[in-house]
């Protein structure tokens, strides 16, 4: 699909414009569409083929200067100890939930407020991705946002909420399978990551 392959190159060149060696995350409970999203990014669409992760573990795109690393978290004690390693100079956080999964949203929540309570992450923007919204059972934006206690967000506009001073969240729920919503979810990730640019205008 075209379309896809043009937001992707609009985004990566537009990190490879102003940044050195930026960093994005992946985080999300095992079987989120973290790997999904990987590859819909690598390859420009999605492998029929994908199957859920089983091995806990880093994964890592590498474009330019660009670096993804997508990581799965678990287990209700939150972000463990472990994981703060990961945590070093990261420019943005694309946090992923299964929107079908409701057994399991108070483990991605854990997970959650465990990375927005880490400090080194204090001022990390993070997309929030409720994925699989193609599947008619999922969860709606308001069952989500209670599932995962994400109730107040930064909203989509960022002139309004400039000087807030607050981190910017926001979610969106999208399909990574049938591409749905994704195009905006980056732009909104792309805005946050561009004003954080020191002399971005240069
Ligand atoms: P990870 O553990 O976070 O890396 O998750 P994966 O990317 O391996 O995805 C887990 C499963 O969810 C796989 O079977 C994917 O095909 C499926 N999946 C990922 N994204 C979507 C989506 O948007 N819709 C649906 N229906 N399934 C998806
Ligand atoms: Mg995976």
Do not use: C
């Amino acid at each position: 699909m075209e379309y896809v392959t043009t937001w992707f190159y609009d985004v990566l060149s537009f990190f490879g414009l102003y940044y050195k060696d930026a960093k994005v995350l992946f985080l999300g409970l095992d079987g989120a569409g973290k790997t999904t999203l990987l590859k819909v990014l690598k390859n420009g669409k999605v492998d029929k083929m994908a199957e859920p992760t089983t091995h806990a573990g880093k994964e890592e795109l590498v474009y330019g200067s660009l670096k993804i690393e997508a990581h799965d978290l678990g287990g209700h004690a939150g972000v463990r100890r472990g994981w703060k390693e990961f945590f070093f100079d990261v420019d943005g956080v694309i946090f992923i939930v299964d929107s079908v999964d409701r057994d399991r949203f108070p483990e991605a929540k854990a997970a959650l407020d465990g990375l927005l309570g880490s400090e080194r992450l204090a001022s990390v923007p993070f997309l929030v991705l409720g994925n699989k919204i193609d599947v008619p059972s999922s969860a709606g934006d308001a069952e989500l946002r209670a599932g995962i206690g994400l109730m107040e967000t930064t909203g989509t506009d960022p002139e309004a909420t400039k000087s807030t001073g607050v981190r910017p969240i926001e979610l969106f729920l999208v399909s990574i399978t049938k591409k749905t919503n994704i195009k905006p979810a980056f732009d909104w990730l792309s805005a946050y990551l561009k004003r954080q640019v020191p002399g971005a205008s240069h």
